[in-house]
């Protein structure tokens, strides 16, 4: 059995989320004409970036308008009117763009510098992450409507996530009401499910990889370590270091099971303001307490959410809660909103 141990997924993390096609709004109630996409500081004509060249340049020649399975309309930087800047990642700015043209779609644009993924030799990885994020249909997956080149850039259409990262949320409150926790969970679970059903796992499910949509909904945004897996086992050793299972600390085959894994490390955090096996005293320490899955969980949460907790973070893969009892779990049940809209807010 081989097992690559990887550094974390920094270098990914920053292009992460992904595409798909734009050819249709999603929703009519997305038109953008009319909202304030705020002031653009300028800085894509000023910065272009370095050329490419040789078989780096044809990984990166991508373009959802040659997609064999469902090709967009072909996409230019002029197609779009560019807003204020959404925030900054690794490889690149992100903006609040609207098209030119009807309906006025107002999107996230995800700039990546060629020379950039280059140099951190990601061109693979990013041809894989669009190929798995293109086609994924969830309303708590990040879309992808499309993408598009330029000599020295890749452009990626995100779904706009008008309420931004949950991170900031996350330490902006210190953690969140169970209430709050639970709906996330319960969004995840059904995100995770949808994902598990067409063989892809996410492998780095955090609180960094989640981002909000206008109305508080929770959206998986970062596919850059996700794998495809038709029934396979793999055995690359990934994820943030706190939210890695014991399989994959001790370098064992993994499956889909991870998620479930990182979903109890996740209801953790989100409870009590960190993750479980955190050891401030370095990563040996942290391992060991995974691989002993040493958790000790404050008086302060429930007992419901407790049983939650320990159903996903058990050492056996195989006894793991399976995600359809997660959102059957009385702690998620309490929690949903009668409407089933459940985005969470308080
Ligand atoms: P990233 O390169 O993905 O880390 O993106 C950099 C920053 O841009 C993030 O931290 C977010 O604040 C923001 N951002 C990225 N994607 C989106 C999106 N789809 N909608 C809204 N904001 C985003």
Redesign the pocket.
């Known amino acids: 059995m081989t097992t690559k141990t990887q550094p974390a997924p920094s270098a990914l ?5 992904t595409t798909s096609v734009v050819s249709r709004p999603p929703s009519p109630t997305k038109k953008g004409d009319g909202i304030d996409i705020g002031t653009y500081d300028g800085a894509l004509e000023r910065d272009v970036g370095d050329l490419v060249y040789g078989e780096a340049a044809e990984d990166l020649a991508l373009d959802s308008s040659a997609d064999k399975t469902r090709p967009t309309r072909e996409w230019h930087l002029t197609d779009f009117e560019i807003g204020r800047p ?7 700015r ?1 903006y ?1 763009v609207r098209t030119k043209t009807e309906p006025r779609f107002i999107i ?1 644009l ?1 700039t990546l510098y060629k020379s950039e993924l280059v140099q951190s030799k990601v061109e693979k990885q990013l041809r894989r992450e669009i190929e798995i994020q293109q086609h994924l249909r969830h309303p708590n997956v ?1 879309r992808l409507y499309g993408y598009f080149h330029d000599e020295k850039r890749i452009f990626l259409m ?5 309420k ?2 949950l991170y900031r949320q996350l330490s902006k409150h210190g953690s969140f009401s169970e209430k709050r926790s639970a709906r996330y969970i319960d969004q995840m679970a059904d995100a995770l499910g949808y994902l598990h059903s067409k063989h892809v796992i996410h492998r780095d499910i955090k609180p960094e990889n989640l ?1 909000l949509g206008i109305n508080g909904e929770l959206k998986i ?2 596919f850059g370590w996700s794998v495809h897996a038709p029934g396979n086992r793999r055995t690359t050793l990934c994820g943030t270091l706190d939210y890695l299972p014991p399989e994959m600390v001790e370098g064992k085959e993994h499956n889909e099971k991870v998620d479930h894994w990182a979903l109890g490390v996740l209801t953790y955090e989100f409870i009590c303001g960190s993750p479980p096996f955190e050891d401030l005293s370095g990563y040996n320490a942290t391992y060991k307490r995974i691989a002993r899955v040493d958790l000790k969980i404050p008086p302060k949460v429930s007992a419901e959410a407790a049983d939650l907790i320990r159903k996903l973070l058990r050492y056996n893969p195989a006894e793991r809660l399976p995600l359809a009892d997660v959102r059957r779990h009385p702690w998620v049940v309490k929690y949903r909103s009668k409407d089933g809209s459940n985005a969470a807010q308080s």
């Open positions: 993390k920053k292009y992460a989320s959404l925030g900054k990642g690794k490889f690149g992100v609040m996230a995800k990040l995100l779904e706009f996530a008008g931004g990262e981002l945004a970062d």
